[in-house]
């Protein structure tokens, strides 16, 4: 079935680094969404993405949707410490039934 | 106020017991939904309702049935729980704008967080 790879797998940075992570797939998506979840919680959506080559902000956050609609990136700037959680990817191909895949997320430390 | 909850937070039983999660929410949306996280943090998505009825319905057991008797509610029961229903389970809802399904912003609960022993 449908599969999403998203890396890295796991991030450790110092604080005001500038952060990327991107999902990838074999398959075309319509939509991508960007998650966090910080421990203990449920994700959180980041930012929407609805067409191919766009590019949306939210504060320190940027995400491209890509022109191949195969992949996805996300971008954190000057990070800082409440940055830290997991990030998700995921891809939505449309209709309604298996067409909201996860990546398997990236975890992001970030160092004070 | 809290705008999607679960309870109860923690569910630990003995395998072939039957158990239920409970989802309320007070956004006043209209579609809910319940979704599987395993211990490597892969998240899935089981079942959607929109104004009570099933929307999606992904290739999950039978024996797990979701009931949703009004729109701010959607509860999900478990029959027969065996070893690997041990997840945490997230509920969460939207309000259908009228775009593709799965595309409203969703507003998740904090998780119920099932051991199966």
């Known amino acids: 079935g449908q599969q999403l790879n998203q890396s890295p797998q796991s991030m450790f940075i110092q604080e005001g680094e500038d952060v990327s992570m991107n999902c990838t797939s074999s398959?075309?998506?319509?939509?991508w969404l960007w998650y966090k979840q910080d421990p203990g919680e449920g994700p959180v959506l980041l930012i929407a993405?609805?067409?191919?080559?766009e590019l949306t902000s939210n504060g320190r956050l940027t995400a491209q949707f890509g022109i191949t609609r195969k992949d996805s990136f996300l971008n954190i700037s000057a990070s800082i410490p409440s940055d830290v959680g997991i990030y998700f990817c995921?891809?939505?191909?449309?209709?309604?039934?298996?067409?909201?895949?996860f990546g398997k997320g990236t975890k992001l430390s970030v160092k004070p | 106020d809290t705008a999607v909850s679960q309870t109860p937070k923690y569910l630990v039983t003995q395998m072939g017991n039957d158990k239920s999660i409970k989802c309320e929410q007070n956004?006043?949306?209209?579609?809910m939904y319940w979704y599987k996280q395993d211990s490597k943090k892969f998240l899935k998505i089981m079942f959607s309702?929109?104004?009570?009825?099933?929307?999606i319905n992904e290739t999950v057991p039978n024996r797990f049935s979701p009931k949703s008797p009004d729109k701010a509610h959607l509860n999900l029961h478990i029959n027969s729980l065996e070893l690997g229903d041990s997840a945490v389970y997230f509920c969460?809802?939207?309000?259908?704008?009228?775009?593709?399904?799965?595309?409203?912003?969703?507003?998740f609960g904090p998780g119920t967080r099932l051991t199966v022993l």
């Open positions: 398959s075309i998506f319509n939509t």
């Open positions: 993405l609805y067409k191919a080559g």
């Open positions: 956004l006043g949306h209209d579609t």
């Open positions: 995921a891809g939505y191909y449309g209709g309604s039934q298996g067409n909201l895949i």
């Open positions: 969460a809802s939207s309000q259908r704008t009228g775009g593709a399904l799965l595309t409203d912003t969703q507003y």
């Open positions: 309702y929109n104004n009570k009825e099933l929307i």
